[in-house]
């Protein structure tokens, strides 16, 4: 099971959102290559960093920050990124950047021929990332709800060859209430793909419940508030994940 620190990148610094919203936002860090060492320290395997003015904006807006820390630890552990990726020009760039994996949400939902173009030029690098409330996908930073079946989507998407789903319930996000494991397991069922659960981790009970889940197909996780709050130890619940897994 993979624990994913989340970075989210908010003018240049390291914030956390409630749902979303930009204007519920905390500062956990100033310096976002910093923060991604202390991670790295603590013993995760990939970092997940969303560049949240570049989701808004629809372009990459906090890149250097992001290059900083891929500077810092890209030759260390895999990094995947989201928020603002609508070309492949921006994917080829951020890739020679040293970038592992591109999250694709927004511009996978509205333009699906530029997700399958980014899967076919660039194999084995691209994650969609399915935002949802009650089992519908939500796009443009979870400020439009869209008739689509999240099941329905990810399996079209898989078809496409993409490397994973990361699926966040977006009613959770940044409020500790828990990973909603009912949905994630069913979409992992669905799949023959990775899924990533995302919004809502809370304790070590969630990471618990999700590695008695790994079998159904729930390869990780993305760590963010809790992490940063205190409310969950990452290093240790790394170490408790392994521990359950065996590894």
């Known amino acids: 099971m993979l624990l994913i620190p989340a970075i989210d990148l908010k003018d240049g610094k390291c914030v956390r959102l409630k749902q979303g919203d930009m204007n519920d936002s905390t500062t956990f860090g100033e310096d976002p290559a910093q923060m991604a060492r202390r991670w790295v320290d603590a013993g995760a395997r990939r970092l997940h960093l969303v ?51 591109v999250i694709i949400g927004t511009a996978a ?24 409330k009650d089992g519908k996908v939500a796009t443009d930073g979870w400020s439009k709800l869209t008739g689509h079946e999240v099941i329905d989507l990810a399996k079209k998407f898989e078809d496409y060859g993409i490397e994973g789903v990361i699926y966040t319930d977006i009613g959770r996000d940044g409020m500790l209430t828990g990973i909603n494991l009912d949905a994630t397991v069913k ?3 669905a799949l023959s793909i990775p899924v990533i659960a995302s919004g809502g981790l809370s304790n070590i009970a969630d990471i618990e419940a999700l590695c008695a889940v790994e079998s159904e197909g729930v390869g990780g996780v993305i760590c963010g508030r809790a992490i940063y709050t205190g409310d969950l130890d990452f290093a240790a619940a790394q170490r408790r994940a392994d521990e359950l897994n065996g590894d």
């Open 51 to 101: 560049d949240l003015n570049g989701a808004f904006a629809g372009k990459p807006v906090n890149e250097a920050a992001i290059k900083a820390i891929l500077r810092e630890v890209g030759d260390d552990i895999p990094v995947q990124l989201g928020g603002g990726i609508r070309d492949l020009d921006t994917i080829e760039r951020y890739l020679d950047d040293g970038l592992s994996y």
């Open 109 to 132: 939902v509205k333009n699906p021929g530029f997700l399958k173009d980014a899967a076919s030029a660039f194999g084995g690098h691209i994650i969609v990332g399915l935002d949802a």
């Open 187 to 189: 979409l992992a069922q």
